[in-house]
């Protein structure tokens, strides 16, 4: 059985900072992250590629740390409010198309909530709450307004494991798939050669 708290309740919703392409600096270290690279459930622990400032702000609450999950605030039809838990052991900086969700207290691990977060039924609620047709956002009081289920600790492992077979089972299909494709393809090359 799980109860329900808002989620403004178990965690701090903290905006992002606005960043300019022009703001990058080829030798800086600190890493910044926008919401194009936010894959929705996923755990974003590869920074390279990511543009880079040399300071962290210091009058922005943006920075990023391990644990925190990072959400769009704003999305488009067919391209959801997705969310990814950060794995890290360096500051990064979140720009203003994302919201920081830090977990307070300990009832609740941050994988669950980015799974559950992902889900159509949180999804629905976010839609339904958010303001604008084409580019839709979600206000921070909107968002935090949100109920969320809490099930046990033992409970939310257990959904983690599932909710990761499942994407293993996706890779090992998709696999699957790729090599009947390219043994298909093989055989047409192969009959094409012969024919020639």
């Known amino acids: 059985?799980?109860?329900?708290?808002?989620?403004?309740?178990?965690?701090?919703?903290?905006?992002?900072?606005?960043?300019?392409?022009?703001?990058?600096?080829p030798k800086g270290s600190i890493p910044v992250?926008?919401?194009?690279?936010?894959?929705a459930g996923s755990i974003l622990s590869d920074f390279s590629e990511?543009?880079?400032i040399t300071e962290l702000p210091t009058r922005s609450p943006a920075v990023v740390q391990n644990e925190d999950i990072l959400m769009v605030s704003r999305a488009t039809p067919g391209n959801p409010f997705k969310t990814s838990v950060v794995k890290t052991d360096q500051p990064l900086i979140a720009t203003s198309s994302l919201y920081?969700?830090?977990?307070?207290?300990?009832?609740?691990?941050?994988?669950?909530?980015n799974h559950f977060l992902n889900?159509?039924?949180?999804?629905?609620?976010?839609?339904?709450?958010?303001?604008?047709?084409?580019?839709?956002?979600?206000?921070?009081?909107?968002?935090?307004?949100?109920?969320?289920?809490i099930p046990s600790i033992k409970h939310q492992e257990l959904i983690i494991k599932l909710k990761t077979n499942v994407e293993e089972q996706k890779k090992i299909n998709n696999r699957r798939q790729r090599l009947k494709d390219?043994?298909?393809?093989?055989?047409?090359?192969?009959?094409?050669?012969?024919?020639?």
Do not use: W
């Open 119 to 149: 889900s159509s039924s949180f999804q629905r609620n976010v839609i339904d709450k958010a303001r604008g047709s084409t580019i839709s956002h979600i206000t921070r009081h909107s968002l935090g307004d949100i109920p969320i289920p």
């Open 182 to 196: 390219e043994i298909l393809q093989e055989t047409f090359n192969n009959l094409y050669i012969q024919k020639s």
């Open 1 to 25: 059985m799980s109860n329900k708290l808002q989620l403004n309740e178990i965690v701090d919703i903290i905006s992002g900072m606005a960043f300019r392409s022009s703001d990058a600096d």
């Open 33 to 39: 992250i926008n919401a194009s690279s936010i894959i």
């Open 100 to 113: 920081i969700l830090r977990v307070k207290g300990s009832q609740i691990l941050p994988q669950y909530l």
């Open 50 to 52: 990511m543009k880079k």
